[in-house]
């Protein structure tokens, strides 16, 4: 079983910057492609980065590209979220999630795409 856990978030005036982590059990880290969701009240799930096996695959959405950047230690069994210049709109629990894929280079954007997901961890921005 495959457990998400991620950290960092909390409140944060507009333009500051958080960076997220989610920590992932497993001897098979490696094989997941990852991703990081959000959900503001009221709205649907949305991506907002997702990292290949290899670290040099990645995407990012419109609305965070150029402020976000995802990124994975292996090693640590952990994906990270670097969020700089964020904004009152990028307020919204994230999720970590994972999926297994033989692929190296493939990134996954669908919610459906992916086989586990953390709890959550709650971003407010501040304007």
């Known amino acids: 079983q495959v457990q998400l856990v991620e950290s960092g978030g909390g409140l944060v005036q507009a333009g500051g910057s958080l960076r997220l982590s989610c920590a992932a059990s497993?001897?098979?880290?490696?094989?997941?492609?990852m991703g990081w969701f959000r959900q503001a009240p009221g709205k649907e799930r949305e991506i907002v980065a997702a990292?290949?096996?290899?670290?040099?695959?990645?995407y990012y959405s419109d609305s965070v590209k150029g402020r976000f950047t995802i990124s994975r230690d292996n090693a640590k069994n952990t994906v990270y979220l670097q969020m700089n210049t964020l904004i009152p709109e990028d307020t919204a629990v994230y999720y970590c999630?994972?999926?297994?894929?033989?692929?190296?280079?493939?990134?996954?954007?669908?919610?459906?795409?992916?086989?586990?997901w953390g709890q959550g961890t709650q971003v407010t921005v501040s304007s």
């Open positions: 999630a994972a999926r297994g894929t033989p692929r190296f280079i493939a990134v996954f954007t669908g919610v459906g795409d992916y086989e586990y």
């Open positions: 497993g001897r098979t880290f490696s094989s997941w492609a």
């Open positions: 990292i290949g096996r290899s670290s040099g695959s990645t």
